[in-house]
Structure formats: structure tokens, C-alpha cells
């Protein structure tokens, strides 16, 4: 065989199992259709979109809180969006760059092609220049999702478009339709509405972010509206038509009455969809269920023995770093050590303004299951660092063991609620007790000063600053 593994896909799955895999000693072969490495995260997905965001931001703070902060800037402030399009580009490009480069390092071989099965060995590479084939040891299927359509809409990728089209805008839409109020439809929302757009969102479910707790969904409501979204829940879209400029998306309510929303631009994110569209996987007896899925067991094995496959492409949350851990999982699995995943710690982040993110259960999983637990919460505003940023909304809400008073979930909305998400697993990870974390001494004055709070409320009720 010419490969111990080889990489089909060079999402942050793909990319990172390859890395693992060469770390430890494998000879590593990673396939990639597209011209760049890094799939959706680094193209078309986590990089640019916050890449955006981070510079909508900074507009939207010009505009609305420089003045208080007592920064006067002369003249009017004016988006320059190709500029900020530009530098978005440079940033993937310098990401995409940085795999290229990581390849070389790690001493993988790269091949820029379609990666198909011939057989569960043998594996065809369909090349600008032709075809190639290699043989290898195992193979790690790491191909990642596209967009889900709806079936009665048509994407003209001009005037109702998907987050990919989303990037790459011309002009700042005036009133955008987000069909869908999942995380890309508010991240990708908050771009707009931060450069000036009014965003309608139409939403099948009750609330936005109905899979993280609840509370955080209102909270995260709030701050949206104050920025010029506009929420229609338990509404499903049923159709969306383009006459010249306009576009107008039909829906109906929960009551059965029909609706109509108009705009200049409508973003369809109602999920994504598992991809293995021309992988051959019916050359080695395997088949995607109807979301595209690929089954595997416990070890990522599917039922071919040697084939692996991770990430998007296969059950579970549909994050990078879920698939980054599924890569090294793999990778060390196939060099014969016993890696884990904790599923239950994988952190969701929102990137929105105020950001939002949680780990471990929700209050709502808990009341489910019955488990008997104890919350302690804690506002920003209360907190001086909060203040002195102006960035006073939204709070953390630490859910513990009745009994044990074991921290079972962390979720918080609020200023850099993002990278404090990563102290939540740490602790989580360790099984620290709320008191474990509120005995700890946290820096003054800072953010996570709220989770110590919140956690000296939920383990006795007596946080100090409230
Ligand atoms: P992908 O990144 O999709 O990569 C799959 C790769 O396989 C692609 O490059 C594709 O071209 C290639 N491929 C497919 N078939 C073949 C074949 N037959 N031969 C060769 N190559 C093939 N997640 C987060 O955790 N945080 C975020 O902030 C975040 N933001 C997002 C924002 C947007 C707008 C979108 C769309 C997604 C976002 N995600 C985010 C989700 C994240 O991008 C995905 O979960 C992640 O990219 C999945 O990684 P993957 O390796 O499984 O697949
Ligand atoms: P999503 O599943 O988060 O949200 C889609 C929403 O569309 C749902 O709330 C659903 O109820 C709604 N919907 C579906 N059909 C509808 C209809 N006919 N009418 C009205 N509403 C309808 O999906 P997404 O926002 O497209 O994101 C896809 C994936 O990308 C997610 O799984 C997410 O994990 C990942 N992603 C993650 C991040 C992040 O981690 N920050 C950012 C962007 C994307």
C-alpha cells in the first residue's frame, strides 16, 4: 500500500486528522476538490464570519458608542464594504495558506482532486490534469456538509442566496429576509443589521437557538431587536419568488393564517446537509442514510473495516471543533491507542453581540430528565468590568448537582461569553463543584468574575455583588 491513511476532505476534520495521523508516525495522503484547504470552516464558514463580524462590529461601535466613550470622529462614518469584503478574503487566504503550509510540515502528501472509492483500498482521484489512483491502509472520510435547500425555493445565488453568497455581498441590503433563525441566519443577520440593514427573521420554532437553554434565546432576542431585528416565530416558509429587485417570501403561521415578507435579499439557512456526493461509497457496500449521513460506531468506524469517517459527514453537532476532535480520535485509534471524546462538553458558541454559549446540559434537558439541580445566576451589569466596556447586557447561568453541587451545565450570554465558555469545560472536565470554581480566585476586575458569581449562586445563594 502506497498510504497508512488516507484523508478524504480538508475541513478541520480532515485537515487536523491528517496532522494527527502523520504526527504519529503514519504516511498520510489527504484529498481535497477544492483549490484551497480548510472545507466550509475556513472558506466559506467559521473565518469569514467572523471576520465580518468582528468588522461590522467595529462600525457598529463608531456609530453608537464611540460618542459616549467620548471619541469624536469628524464627518460622517461610511461602510466601505469591497474593503471589508477585501479583507475578509485575506484573512481565509492567510488561514487557507497556513494548511498549505502545515501539509508541507507534517510531511503529507496533498492531492487537489475528487477522492472516489474503487474499492475499500483503492482510491480514484479525479484531477484537472486526469486521473489518479493510490492505495491505502485505511481511509478517513471527512467530506463535510452544503447548504439544505428547500424544495419550493429557488437559490438564484443573486437575490436569495445561501451564507456562502452571504460573504461575498455587493451592497448592504436594506431589508434582508432570514429564512431560518438558526446560527448562521443571526451571525450572518448581525453583520448586516450592524452595517444598517433591517433583518426580518422568519422562524419554524418558537424561539432562536431552541437547542441551546432557553433562557439564552430571550436574551439573545432582546439585544438583536435593539439593533433592528425583527423576529416572526412558529412561521414556516413556504415559498420565495424574485421580481426584479424585490423578493418575497411566503409563509404560514402556526394558526394556518398566510403571510408575506418582502425584501431586498433573503438568506436560506435552515441547516446544513451531510455530503458524499461522488465518493463511490456504493464501491464499498456503505450507504448515506436520507440527511446525507454516514453511520459509524463507537470508534467512527463505519461497518467497513478501516473506513472511518468524521465531522459533518457523520451524526452529532455540526461544529469545527467537534470535528477536530473526531480527527484526532480517529488518527489515534488507527496508531492503536484508546483516545475519548466527551460529546457532552463540546461547547456551542453563538457570535453574535452580546455572544452566547453554553456547555453541559440545559436547564430544560435537566427538568426532562428529572435530575435535581440547583442554578445560580448572574447579570453583566452587575460587574464593574461590564461597565466600564458598556457591555452590561446578558449573564451566566451555572446549573449544579442538587446534592453533589457537580457543575452539570454553563451557559452564559454576555461580552467574550465565547472564550469564557473554555474555563466551563476545564472545570467540567475535572468535575469541579460549583464551590471548586467559586473558591478560586479570578482576576478583578474581568468578565469571568461573572462565573465566579454565578457560581457562589448556585452552591449557597450568596453571590457578593448582587
Ligand atoms: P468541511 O469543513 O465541510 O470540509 C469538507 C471538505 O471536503 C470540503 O473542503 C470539501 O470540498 C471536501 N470534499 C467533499 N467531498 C470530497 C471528495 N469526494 N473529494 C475531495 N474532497 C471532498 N462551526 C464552528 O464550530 N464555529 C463557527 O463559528 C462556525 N461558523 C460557521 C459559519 C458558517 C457560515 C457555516 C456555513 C458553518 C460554520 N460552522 C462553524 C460549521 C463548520 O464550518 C463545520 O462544522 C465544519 O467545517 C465541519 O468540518 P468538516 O471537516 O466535517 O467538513
Ligand atoms: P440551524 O439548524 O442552526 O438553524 C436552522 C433554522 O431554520 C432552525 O431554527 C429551523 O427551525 C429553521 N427552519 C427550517 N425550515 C424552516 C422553514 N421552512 N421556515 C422557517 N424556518 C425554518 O442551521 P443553520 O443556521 O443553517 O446552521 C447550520 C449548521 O452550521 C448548524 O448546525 C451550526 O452548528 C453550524 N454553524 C455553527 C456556527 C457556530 O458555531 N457559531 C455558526 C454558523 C453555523
Redesign the pocket.
Known amino acids: 500500500m502506497q498510504y497508512d491513511v488516507t484523508v478524504i476532505g480538508s475541513g478541520p476534520g480532515g485537515y487536523v486528522a491528517a496532522i494527527r495521523c502523520a504526527q504519529l508516525g503514519m504516511k498520510t495522503a489527504l484529498i481535497e476538490k477544492y483549490d484551497t484547504f480548510g472545507g466550509t470552516c475556513l472558506n466559506v464558514?467559521?473565518i469569514p464570519?467572523k471576520a465580518l463580524l468582528d468588522s461590522s462590529e467595529h462600525y457598529h461601535n463608531a456609530t453608537h458608542t464611540f460618542e459616549t466613550h467620548g471619541i469624536d470622529i469628524k464627518g460622517d462614518i461610511k461602510v466601505n464594504l469591497p474593503q471589508m469584503i477585501k479583507r475578509k478574503d485575506e484573512v481565509v487566504k492567510q488561514t487557507t495558506e497556513g494548511i498549505v503550509y502545515l501539509m508541507k510540515k507534517n510531511k503529507i502528501t496533498t492531492y487537489k482532486g475528487v477522492g472516489a472509492f474503487k474499492d475499500k483500498n483503492t482510491i480514484k482521484i479525479t484531477k484537472s490534469d486526469g486521473v489518479e489512483e493510490i492505495t491505502t491502509k485505511n481511509v478517513i472520510i471527512a467530506t463535510g456538509s452544503k447548504?439544505t435547500a428547500?424544495p419550493f425555493i429557488k437559490i438564484d445565488k443573486e437575490r436569495i442566496i445561501t451564507s456562502t453568497e452571504a460573504l461575498k455581498m455587493k451592497e448592504v441590503p436594506k431589508q434582508l429576509i432570514l429564512?431560518?433563525?438558526?446560527?448562521?441566519?443571526l451571525?450572518l443577520g448581525s453583520v448586516y443589521a450592524r452595517l444598517g440593514s433591517k433583518v426580518t427573521v422568519?422562524?419554524?420554532?418558537d424561539s432562536i437557538i431552541?437547542t441551546m437553554d432557553r433562557a439564552l434565546g430571550k436574551e439573545l432576542q432582546k439585544s438583536l431587536t435593539k439593533i433592528g431585528f425583527e423576529f416572526h416565530f412558529q412561521?414556516?416558509?413556504t415559498g420565495a419568488i424574485v421580481k426584479g429587485k424585490e423578493v418575497t417570501v411566503s409563509?404560514e403561521t402556526a394558526d394556518g393564517k398566510k403571510v408575506e415578507f418582502k425584501g431586498d435579499y433573503c438568506i436560506v439557512?435552515?441547516?446544513?446537509k451531510a455530503f458524499t456526493d461522488g465518493l463511490g461509497l456504493e464501491n464499498i457496500g456503505l450507504k448515506a442514510d436520507q440527511r446525507g449521513k454516514i453511520a459509524v460506531d463507537k470508534h467512527l468506524q463505519t461497518s467497513v473495516s478501516g473506513i472511518y469517517a468524521i465531522g459533518d459527514v457523520i451524526d452529532g453537532?455540526?461544529?469545527a471543533h467537534k470535528a477536530e476532535e473526531e480527527g484526532t480520535f480517529v488518527a489515534e485509534t488507527i496508531a492503536g491507542q484508546k483516545p475519548h471524546i466527551n460529546y457532552n462538553l463540546i461547547p456551542?458558541?453563538?457570535?453574535t453581540w452580546p455572544e452566547v454559549a453554553g456547555v453541559g446540559q440545559t436547564e430544560e434537558q435537566l427538568k426532562a430528565s428529572g435530575k435535581a439541580y440547583k442554578a445560580g445566576n448572574f447579570p453583566f451589569k452587575a460587574l464593574g468590568r461590564a461597565r466600564a466596556s458598556m457591555d452590561v447586557d446578558g449573564f451566566v447561568k451555572v446549573l449544579a448537582d442538587k446534592t453533589t453541587d457537580e457543575i452539570l451545565g454553563v451557559h452564559i450570554i454576555g461580552a467574550r461569553a465565547a472564550d469564557m465558555i473554555a474555563a466551563a469545560v476545564t472545570a467540567m472536565e475535572f468535575r469541579a463543584s460549583a464551590e471548586d470554581v467559586s473558591r478560586m480566585s479570578h482576576a478583578h476586575p474581568t468578565y469571568m468574575e461573572a462565573v465566579k458569581e454565578a457560581c457562589l449562586a448556585a452552591t449557597e445563594n450568596r453571590p457578593i455583588h448582587i
Not at 179 to 185: A, L, R, S
Not at 202 to 205: D, K, L, P
Not at 269 to 272: K, S, W
Open positions: 464558514g467559521c464570519s447548504p428547500l429564512i431560518g433563525g438558526g446560527v448562521i441566519g451571525e422568519v422562524e419554524f420554532m431552541p412561521t414556516k416558509v409563509a439557512a435552515v441547516g446544513r453537532a455540526m461544529l456551542g458558541v453563538v457570535y
